[in-house]
């Protein structure tokens, strides 16, 4: 389980979708850490790997957004088409969870 602290911020994620990806990643054992540029955002850092596997995460958009790795450690929001995610349907979720076991 994780503190009352990591819970709060979990929960002031606005959209549901968002909070359940960071949840679960945050069960496996991934923190979060501060954006080193933009205090309004959040990275998710994996302490296995070494590294964030999610970017840019905005606690207070009600659409939704973060950006995940693509290639060579760069990252792009996860709504670019390359990806093929789409927030509004039912698989989305799913989707990033196994696009981050990668």
Avoid: W
């Amino acid at each position: 389980m994780y503190s009352t602290e990591v819970n709060k911020k979990i929960e002031s994620i606005a959209h549901p979708k968002v909070q359940n990806i960071i949840r679960t990643c945050v069960e496996q054992g991934c923190v979060f850490k501060p954006h080193p540029s933009n205090p309004n955002l959040v990275n998710l850092f994996d302490p296995i790997l070494r590294k964030n596997i999610i970017g840019d995460i905005n606690l207070l958009s009600e659409r939704g957004y973060f950006t995940l790795e693509v290639e060579n450690g760069r990252f792009k929001t996860f709504r670019n088409e390359v990806m093929g995610l789409d927030i509004n349907k039912a698989d989305f979720e799913d989707k990033v969870l196994r696009r981050l076991k990668r």
